[in-house]
């Protein structure tokens, strides 16, 4: 079995970006505001349902699936589509949680595919 590295590199924030963020995780303890609050507030975006997680994450799997079968590698879709190859790994790997449809376009075009969108029932 094969080990990876993992390199952590750490959080680029000024002390003012910190310091707010420390205050709005003390504010979410000390409130425990519900969901309805949380997006009142318009600090919080509105979160994204596990379904719909699921069907963007089988669409970039293919998209990969895709590009791995092109023979491409990360920097070759980087230079295609003008998106930095760590930000094509991050939507790759699931920690680019919310992309947008440009993006996701951008990479298809890459590959010389399209995204289409259909409408499906919610049972199926």
């Given amino acids: 079995m094969t080990s990876r590295t993992r390199i952590h590199r750490p959080r680029q924030q000024t002390a003012a ?17 519900s969901l309805k609050q949380l997006l009142a507030s318009g600090d919080y975006s509105e979160p994204v349902t596990q379904a719909e997680y699921w069907d963007l994450r ?32 991050r939507l790759e790997n699931g920690t680019h949680e919310n992309p947008t449809i440009s993006t996701l376009n951008r990479y298809a075009e890459a590959l010389g595919r ?10 199926g």
């Fill in 17 to 33: 970006q910190a310091a707010a963020e420390r205050a709005k995780q003390a504010k979410f303890q000390l409130e425990k505001p």
């Fill in 58 to 89: 089988k669409a970039i799997v293919c998209l990969k699936g895709l590009r791995e079968a092109a023979g491409l590698s990360l920097a070759d879709v980087a230079e295609r589509t003008g998106i930095d190859r760590a930000a094509i790994c």
């Fill in 114 to 123: 399209r995204i289409s969108f259909r409408v499906v029932d919610v049972g």
